[in-house]
């Protein structure tokens, strides 16, 4: 998979504190995958996950289901 072209972004709810992930939703019509990288090592791996599994992911976050 070619990272270069994608169009990364964190969340909004992101600060500058350099614990973030990106996210790329370049893929998930044509491949249904979300790639997710780290924010300080951009050239470093990338997962490609499921867009069904971000999903449910993204929705238990919202639902509280990962307490702090």
């Not at 600060?15 to 951009?42: F, M, T, W, Y």
Request: charged residues 10%.
């Amino acid at each position: 998979m070619t990272t270069k072209s994608l169009a990364w972004f964190k969340s909004s709810y992101s600060s500058n504190g350099g614990s973030c992930v990106e996210v790329a939703a370049d893929l998930v019509a044509s491949h249904g995958v979300v790639p997710v990288r780290d924010s300080k090592i951009q050239a470093g791996p990338v997962l490609a996950l499921p867009a069904s599994s971000f999903s449910a992911f993204v929705a238990g976050v919202k639902a509280g289901g990962f307490p702090v």
